[in-house]
């Protein structure tokens, strides 16, 4: 959509529409929000919407939750951008030419998943990491992939051992009510 690999500097400072686009893109939301967002054709209302969300965010403990059951998956300050990658979320193409919007996160309740198959790294949209397909435990859904390191490169910030990649349609937000506020 952007066509820009470096969110950081200057790149947006005189393309707020495209600012505002990869800012929704890359927050984890949950359905009435981003359907919120697509009702919105103004760019300073979706800014200001984004921020408001970022705002939140901080503030409050999110969950990030299966869609079809509900069981916790992580949380949005799990949330992390993979070296090379673009942001939190990317959309990758798989050899069958299906399309899959993903978020990455640093950890997860891995008691809540279970994975399908082995290890692969033909095809891998992280070089250096290889995949396995992960599935949510309770209603079984497909979640999404684990990425485990491949090589034995000392441990980068920005490419961790291990990572999940959840897809975006497999996994929405919640507010934890759990929190001690």
Same mark, same amino acid.
């Given at each position: 959509?952007?066509?820009?690999?470096?969110?950081?500097?200057?790149?947006?400072?005189?393309?707020?529409?495209?600012?505002?686009?990869?800012?929704?893109s890359n927050l984890p939301?949950?359905?009435?929000?981003?359907?919120?967002?697509?009702?919105?054709?103004?760019?300073?209302?979706?800014?200001?919407?984004?921020?408001?969300?970022?705002?939140?965010?901080?503030?409050?403990?999110?969950?990030?939750?299966?869609?079809?059951?509900?069981? !916790?998956?992580?949380?949005?300050?799990?949330?992390?951008?993979?070296? %090379?990658?673009?942001? #939190? /979320?990317?959309?990758?193409? *798989?050899?069958?030419?299906?399309?899959?919007?993903?978020?990455?996160?640093?950890?997860?309740?891995?008691?809540?998943?279970?994975?399908?198959?082995?290890?692969?790294?033909?095809?891998?949209?992280?070089?250096?990491?290889?995949?396995?397909?992960?599935?949510?435990?309770?209603?079984?859904?497909?979640?999404?992939?684990?990425?485990?390191?491949?090589?034995?490169?000392?441990? !980068?910030?920005?490419?961790?051992?291990?990572?999940?990649?959840?897809? %975006?349609?497999?996994? #929405? /937000?919640?507010?934890?009510? *759990?929190?001690?506020?």
């Open positions: 959509l952007l066509g820009e690999k470096d969110f950081s500097g200057d790149v947006f400072l005189n393309r707020p529409l495209q600012y505002s686009f990869m800012l929704a939301l949950s359905i009435s929000d981003k359907l919120s967002l697509l009702a919105m054709n103004c760019i300073l209302g979706r800014l200001e919407f984004v921020h408001n969300k970022l705002i939140e965010l901080q503030e409050k403990r999110k969950l990030i939750i299966c869609t079809m059951c509900d069981l !916790e998956m992580s949380n949005v300050s799990s949330l992390f951008t993979v070296g %090379g990658a673009e942001g #939190t /979320t990317g959309a990758y193409v *798989n050899s069958h030419g299906v399309i899959h919007q993903i978020l990455t996160f640093r950890s997860v309740n891995e008691r809540f998943l279970r994975y399908h198959g082995g290890a692969h790294t033909q095809d891998s949209w992280f070089p250096g990491y290889a995949w396995t397909i992960t599935y949510c435990r309770r209603c079984h859904s497909h979640l999404g992939w684990k990425f485990t390191k491949v090589h034995d490169d000392p441990v !980068e910030i920005d490419r961790p051992a291990v990572f999940w990649g959840l897809a %975006g349609s497999s996994v #929405t /937000t919640q507010d934890d009510n *759990n929190d001690d506020d």
